[in-house]
């Protein structure tokens, strides 16, 4: 589990917190390939067994590099322990296992990440665990949907794709007036740019596949909190269920740590250029980026967050045609659902990452047809622009026809 708090700034903490060196004295943090450990003696295995010695047994239970991965992560976002999973789901599953039991209730904001909508729909209702679906941010939905057996109220933000921004502070006095525990997945602005602990959050979940990688490498995620949420009960329930996180990936995820704070500064003076430009152009009717005054979060965003983000939605004239022509007309921007990563990302989720929800329930969710997603990647931002331009200025031709 982690280290309690360095007293190091961000910075430093993301270069040197958690670092194990071996006794060969690399300076590059080793990386513990093995899946089990070795005792010296029948005594010495019973005891780490049962607990009464601490150590490494197996590695679905504990490793090196994995644990150092968790300590770098829970001193970034301030929380007491980390447990790191195979992927961001298994992190939202392995919590949701762990703390609430049949009859128990979620309250979820609407419009969060696709797989966790079904998860929570398909899956644990099936345990008879129940979710209600409210709007982001109308505090008032979110009191009214809590009933005596809600635990659980999950919410993300900025939320994907809309980038609608939850006060996170509100929302964690309605959890704390019902007894519940309030969960933020904080994929998006990760804590180089939002500390949710810090805001009154008991849980924070990550998607390490996207920004903590930084490189489109590895799928894995994390939960951080405190000792006993996290470094007890969710730590059981993960160490016997086994959805952990492998020692490689942990190690790549502990590379792109290092440079997450440049990374997100980076992505978000992108974004932000990127979005100004789109705004000014015919063919785009709308953009939903928080770094714009006009954005109904902004003031909130620019509050709780030290940066706005980098990803910029926006609907172009012309309904999911002319959104695909977009895309389809770009040559440098890759086309993938996946986000976070230094390359340049494009996508249309009303036929991805949101495709497999109801047209009433995309509707409902503000998913358009016209609607598409950049993850503003570190290329040069003219070179980003002028991919996009060719299939903006075609429209702009049509609409004038
Ligand atoms: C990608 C993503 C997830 C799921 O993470 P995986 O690593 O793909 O399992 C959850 N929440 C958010 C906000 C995401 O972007």
Not at 19 to 28: K, L, M
Not at 381 to 389: A, E, M, P, V
Request: charged share 20%.
């Amino acid at each position: 589990m982690a280290k309690h708090a360095s007293g190091n700034q961000p910075e430093t903490d993301a270069v040197r917190a958690g670092h194990i060196r071996s006794p060969e004295g690399e300076h590059s943090e080793a990386l513990f390939l093995t899946s089990s450990f070795v005792f010296s003696s029948a005594e010495e295995a019973a005891q780490r067994f049962s607990g009464d010695q601490p150590g490494n047994v197996y590695s679905r239970f504990t490793n090196p590099t994995v644990r150092s991965f968790q300590d770098r992560l829970a001193a970034l976002e301030g929380g007491k322990a980390c447990v790191a999973t195979a992927s961001g789901m298994s992190a939202i599953l392995s919590l949701c296992l762990a703390l609430l039991s049949q009859g128990e209730h979620i309250v979820c904001a609407r419009g969060v990440f696709g797989s966790t909508t079904m998860l929570l729909k398909n899956y644990l209702s099936k345990l008879g665990i129940a979710t209600t679906l409210v709007p982001l941010t109308d505090l008032q939905a979110w009191r009214d949907a809590i009933t005596s057996k809600t635990r659980l109220l999950l919410v993300e933000t900025p939320s994907n794709p809309l980038m609608e921004i939850a006060d996170i502070a509100a929302l964690s006095k309605i959890a704390h007036r019902h007894d519940a525990l309030l969960v933020v997945d904080n994929a998006f602005c990760t804590p180089a740019l939002q500390k949710p602990l810090e805001l009154g959050a008991d849980l924070v979940v990550h998607s390490a596949t996207k920004y903590l990688d930084g490189q489109g490498r590895c799928v894995g995620g994390a939960i951080v909190g405190d000792a006993e949420l996290v470094g007890k009960e969710v730590f059981g329930f993960l160490r016997t269920a086994g959805p952990t996180m492998s020692p490689f990936n942990a190690w790549v995820f502990s590379r792109g740590l290092e440079t997450l704070g440049i990374r997100m500064r980076a992505h978000c003076e992108q974004a932000q250029a990127l979005a100004e430009w789109l705004r000014q152009q015919q063919a785009v009717s709308r953009i939903y980026y928080p770094g714009l005054a006009e954005h109904p979060g902004h003031s909130l965003a620019a509050k709780q967050q030290s940066g706005f983000g980098g990803v910029v939605t926006f609907e172009v004239f012309g309904g999911r045609e002319a959104a695909w022509q977009i895309i389809d007309q770009t040559q440098m921007i890759s086309i993938t659902a996946n986000l976070g990563d230094v390359k340049t990302t494009i996508t249309h989720p009303g036929t991805t990452t949101h495709a497999k929800l109801s047209d009433e329930e995309r509707a409902v969710a503000g998913i358009t047809p016209s609607l598409l997603r950049i993850a503003v990647g570190l290329e040069s931002l003219d070179d980003i622009k002028k991919d996009l331009q060719q299939g903006l200025a075609s429209l702009s031709r049509a609409a004038a026809c």
